[in-house]
């Protein structure tokens, strides 16, 4: 079963640092998006992303943050100057082209940490 | 704005044995999906089961059911025959007319001998 993939698994910065994360979204997928998960929180949702563009996004979204597809198959997420309260998991997820609200398959997460 | 309380922070079960954890949410929209995720402690993400608000019958997967009660704005989440593997936390989720999934604060199950 086709799966999305991120990387790294594991990140660990210097506070002020810029960070990218990766992932490879479900190849016939077009809807994107990222979310975090601060230890023992919930999920919650940072930007969608369709036909190469931002659909919508959070409060937590601000301007550190940054998306960008730049091929294919990549989907980034782009922390400019890493702060310590960015340390979390970062999950992509992607759906299918048939709508909205269609499942959103997410990836294995990334886990941050910042120092 | 759309929000999703589970009020259960935590449940256990004895293997074989009948679950069922809660999930309530409030939103102004007619048109809305629900779903629930698993996150086992590997920390992926996995879709247990989706309902569409505008279909009265309750979704069903294998083993997982759930009870939608649209008035009552209720999702709640029935395992039967609890196997040790599904030992995670559970998140309900929303998404309405924007694609976005908001999330509960999870439920972590426990499935015990």
């Known amino acids: 079963e086709p799966e999305v993939t991120q990387t790294p698994s594991h990140q660990v910065t210097q506070m002020g640092q810029e960070v990218i994360l990766r992932c490879v979204p479900i190849?016939?997928?077009?809807?994107f998006y990222w979310y975090r998960q601060i230890l023992g929180q919930k999920v919650e949702f940072l930007v969608s992303?369709?036909?190469?563009?931002?659909?919508?996004k959070s409060e937590i979204f601000d301007d550190q943050f940054s998306v960008e597809r730049p091929d294919g198959s990549n989907f980034t997420l782009k922390i400019r100057s890493t702060k310590l309260e960015d340390s979390a998991m970062y999950f992509c997820?992607?759906?299918?082209?048939?709508?909205?609200?269609?499942?959103?398959?997410f990836g294995d997460g990334t886990r941050l940490s910042i120092l | 704005a759309q929000t999703v309380t589970q009020s259960q922070p935590e449940m256990s079960v004895q293997e074989a044995e009948t679950v069922t954890l809660s999930c309530t949410y409030d939103?102004?929209?007619?048109?809305?999906?629900l779903f629930w995720y698993k996150q086992p402690p590997s920390r992926q993400m996995i879709l247990v089961i989706r309902?569409?608000?505008?279909?009265?019958q309750n979704a069903t997967e294998n083993r997982f059911s759930v009870n939608f009660q649209k008035a009552a704005k209720s999702f709640s989440l029935k395992i039967s025959d609890s196997q040790l593997g599904d030992a995670a936390m559970y998140f309900c989720?929303?998404?309405?007319?924007?694609?976005?999934?908001?999330f509960g604060t999870g439920t972590r199950l426990q499935v015990t001998l």
């Open positions: 989720a929303y998404a309405g007319t924007a694609s976005k999934l908001t």
């Open positions: 997820a992607s759906s299918e082209p048939t709508g909205v609200n269609q499942p959103q398959h």
């Open positions: 309902q569409e608000a505008y279909k009265q």
């Open positions: 939103t102004s929209e007619s048109d809305y999906y």
């Open positions: 190849s016939n997928h077009l809807y």
């Open positions: 992303f369709y036909n190469n563009e931002i659909s919508e």
